[in-house]
Structures are given as structure tokens and as C-alpha cells.
């Protein structure tokens, strides 16, 4: 990624110039390709489209800073992480889709936030994560907390 950092720390502003614009897009997308790939697709999947790369670097660090459990309670983290999911959730563009295919993505949703809440946890907590990922029908998530405490 040489010389490529500029698209993060914004020492390189988007020129004036169209194609000079036009080219500086084209390594803008290609600093969020690259950030896209090094990092887990679970993380991935869980940000927000952005067209800016410092804002995507940025959204990234604030969730590894934020989600990380080290010697908070069970119950901090699962607070914590619902918080944020009800600032993303309110932030969300509502689409009209027909309501088996809502019902589908709240489903998808779901077993996600499960899945992180899940994978945040410290080691003390590993036994609980293969024991809830593979049931059938995966929990809520308030009642995975409830199983975990």
C-alpha cells in the first residue's frame, strides 16, 4: 500500500483538476478494496458503505476500541454492544422491501449480533460459543446473554 496512506490521514485532498479527481477516486476505492480484504469479512459485513477511507479506517478503529471485552462485566459488554446497535440501526436507510424478505435480512441481523456478541467475549467464555453457534435455531440475543450469565 505505498504512498497510499494519504487517503487515511487526508494529506492528499481530491484535486480540482477532473481527471486528476478522477484518478484520485480510483486510488481512493482502491485504499478501501485493500482495508476491505486485510480485515475479517465478519467485520467487513458489519460496516456501513462508505466512500471515504479515512471515515471506513476510522469506523473500524472506533469498533475495535469499542468492542473489545477485556475486563468488563458480561453484562458491560452486552450493554455496550446493544447501544451501538441501536445507534446503527436508527442511523440505517428503511427500505420498502416485501415482508418476507424484511423478515429475512431482521433473521440475518439477528444470528450476526449474536455471532459478534459471541466472538467479543473473552476465553473464560469459549465454551459457551460452539455450544450456541450450532444449535439448530440460534437465540435471541438478549436470551444468549441470559445463558451466558
Request: hydrophobic letters at 40%; aromatic letters at 10%; glycine letters at 4%.
Amino acid at each position: 500500500m505505498k504512498d497510499k496512506e494519504v487517503f487515511i490521514n487526508e494529506s492528499f485532498p481530491i484535486p480540482f483538476d477532473k481527471r486528476m479527481a478522477r484518478l484520485w477516486r480510483r486510488c481512493s476505492q482502491l485504499v478501501r478494496t485493500w482495508i476491505g480484504n486485510c480485515i475479517a469479512p465478519e467485520v467487513v459485513a458489519g460496516l456501513p458503505l462508505m466512500k471515504d477511507p479515512k471515515k471506513m479506517w476510522e469506523n473500524i478503529r472506533e469498533m475495535y476500541r469499542k468492542l473489545d471485552q477485556g475486563n468488563m462485566t458480561i453484562t458491560t459488554v452486552y450493554n455496550k454492544l446493544s447501544g451501538l446497535w441501536n445507534e446503527l440501526e436508527a442511523a440505517k436507510e428503511k427500505f420498502d422491501w416485501p415482508d418476507h424478505i424484511q423478515q429475512q435480512y431482521k433473521q440475518m441481523r439477528e444470528r450476526e449480533k449474536a455471532t459478534r456478541f459471541l466472538l467479543i467475549l473473552n476465553e473464560a467464555y469459549l465454551s459457551f460459543r460452539p455450544q450456541i453457534l450450532t444449535m439448530e435455531t440460534l437465540p435471541s440475543l438478549g436470551r444468549i446473554y441470559q445463558l451466558i450469565i
